[in-house]
Antibody, heavy 116, light 107 residues
Framework: EVQLLESGGGFIQPGGSLTLSCVASGFTLRNYDMSWVRQAPGKGLEWLSS????????YYADSVKGRFTISRDDSKNTLYLQMNSLRAEDTAVYYCARGSGTPDSWGQGTLVTVSS | DIVLTQSPATLSLSPGERATLSCRAS??????LAWYQQKPGQAPRLLIY???NRATGIPARFSGSGSGTDFTLTISSLEPADFAIYYCQQRSHWPRTFGPGTKVDIK
């Protein structure tokens, strides 16, 4: 069974940094593209970033480009999202998802709250 | 960026009725459009990929159609579990984009 388990969310002040993790089970991470998607409270879904499994090419939304970095550790079957220079508008539930085109499996999400 | 517009914003229907949800793209996405269902407090669930293909385990009452810029998700006969928010999403271009969602609620 495919499972994705995010962690690392929490309360952080504006300007701070946070790293989210997503542990994958039931499949081998290096064989798949992976993505991060977020959802601000009461709002819709926003794609943030994807990493291509075959060559590590990365893509970012303009809203996070230069501040967020997607990466993975295949030995740990874990996907990461390093988030720097956090802003109040980054407050959201962050989901990791399998796939870069049409994500077919999603974690339950981890909440990041950016506030002073 | 490709902008996806969904209509209506809210659809109020009764169980057993047919639901028709629309998604329009600002430029052609070919058939590279997916539909997701999301219930409160839950992650999105993939329903339809590449415009008309049901994902694994999705009931036959869900169907998708369209190509280019106009797409439709149809739920043939609403069941209580179907009242949720539905999002369309394109994979034709980077950045990937989602529509704002259509909420299907109980009339």
């Amino acid at each position: 069974e495919v499972q994705l388990l995010e962690s690392g969310g929490g309360f952080i002040q504006p300007g701070g940094s946070l790293t989210l993790s997503c542990v994958a089970s039931g499949f081998t991470l290096r064989n798949y593209d992976m993505s991060w998607v977020r959802q601000a409270p009461g709002k819709g879904l926003e794609w943030l970033s994807s990493i291509i499994g075959s060559d590590d090419t990365t893509y970012y939304a303009d809203s996070v480009k230069g501040r967020f970095t997607i990466s993975r550790d295949d030995s740990k079957n874990t996907l990461y999202l390093q988030m720097n220079s956090l802003r109040a508008e980054d407050t959201a539930v962050y989901y990791c998802a399998r796939g870069s085109g049409t994500p077919d499996s999603w974690g339950q999400g981890t909440l990041v709250t950016v506030s002073s | 960026d490709i902008v996806l517009t969904q209509s209506p914003a809210t659809l109020s229907l009764s169980p057993g009725e047919r639901a028709t949800l629309s998604c329009r793209a600002s430029q052609s996405v070919s058939n590279y459009l997916a539909w997701y269902q999301q219930k409160p407090g839950q992650a999105p669930r993939l329903l339809i990929y590449d415009a008309s293909n049901r994902a694994t385990g999705i009931p036959a009452r869900f169907s998708g159609s369209g190509s280019g810029t106009d797409f439709t998700l149809t739920i043939s006969s609403l069941e209580p579990a179907d009242f949720a928010i539905y999002y369309c999403q394109q994979r034709s271009h980077w950045p990937r984009t989602f529509g704002p969602g259509t909420k299907v609620d109980i009339k």
